[in-house]
């Protein structure tokens, strides 16, 4: 079946430790995205990468790192940085994103991370 | 700044009757709209979307939405809401030459009443 995964479904991290969230996908997109929901906010985007070997910042990108070394994977670290990393993640792919036109995007299960 | 605002924060209807969830967007350029819906835990889930052409379109789950660029909306409607449609529901925008970034309002829950 084709799709989005993402692991853990479930995290918990001590204050000060960094903590990589995995996304993979296997529908052949090109841009792959992350976002951040919390209650009563919608969901904001963090990073974003249109292409292999390129990402750039969302909204919130402060605290946070990515890497798209693959075309399938789009790992997020959420930083010692991030002051209030408690939150649900979510991951989204699409078949492009060019500044001309998008494509629907689709979302992964998702990961709730809460600091301990 | 370009943004979506979905009203409604929590919205409660009886079992069968019908549903309409309000979403407007700010001015901008081309807007592509989407609807999703999400289940307590889990990830988004796509309704339905508006790229172009008939402005009145059909989703999944008996789902419909209509654009209205006079009045910059694109709201949700269902005839008859089911159990099972207790969720929240979410209205993006993405904007032509904004380069595939979805904008999303604050969502609607939606209760229903047996």
């Known amino acids: 079946d084709g799709g989005i995964t993402q692991s853990p479904k479930y995290l918990f991290r001590k204050e000060g430790q960094n903590v990589t969230l995995s996304c993979e996908q296997n529908l052949n997109h090109d841009a792959m995205y992350w976002y951040r929901q919390d209650p009563g906010q919608g969901l904001r985007l963090i990073y974003y990468s249109q292409i292999v070997n390129d990402f750039q910042k969302g909204d919130i990108a402060e605290g946070y790192s990515v890497s798209r070394e693959k075309k399938e994977s789009f790992p997020l670290t959420v930083t010692s940085a991030q002051k209030n990393p408690t939150a649900f993640y979510l991951c989204?792919?699409?078949?492009?994103?060019?500044?001309?036109?998008?494509?629907?995007?689709?979302f992964g299960p998702g990961t709730r991370l809460t600091v301990l | 700044a370009q943004s979506v605002t979905q009203p409604d924060i929590h919205i409660t209807v009886s079992e069968g009757a019908s549903l309409e969830l309000r979403c407007n967007y700010s001015y901008g350029a081309t807007p592509y709209l989407f609807w999703y819906v999400q289940s307590p835990g889990q990830g988004l889930q796509l309704l339905l979307k508006?790229?172009?052409?008939?402005?009145l379109v059909q989703g999944i789950k008996g789902f419909e939405a209509e654009f209205k660029r006079s009045q910059s909306s694109f709201n949700l409607r269902k005839p008859s809401v089911h159990w099972s449609d207790a969720a929240e529901y979410f209205c993006a925008v993405v904007f032509y030459n904004q380069g595939g970034k979805l904008i999303f309002g604050q969502g609607t829950e939606l209760s229903v009443k047996p």
């Open positions: 989204a792919s699409s078949k492009r994103s060019t500044s001309a036109r998008t494509d629907t995007q689709y």
């Open positions: 508006y790229f172009s052409g008939d402005t």
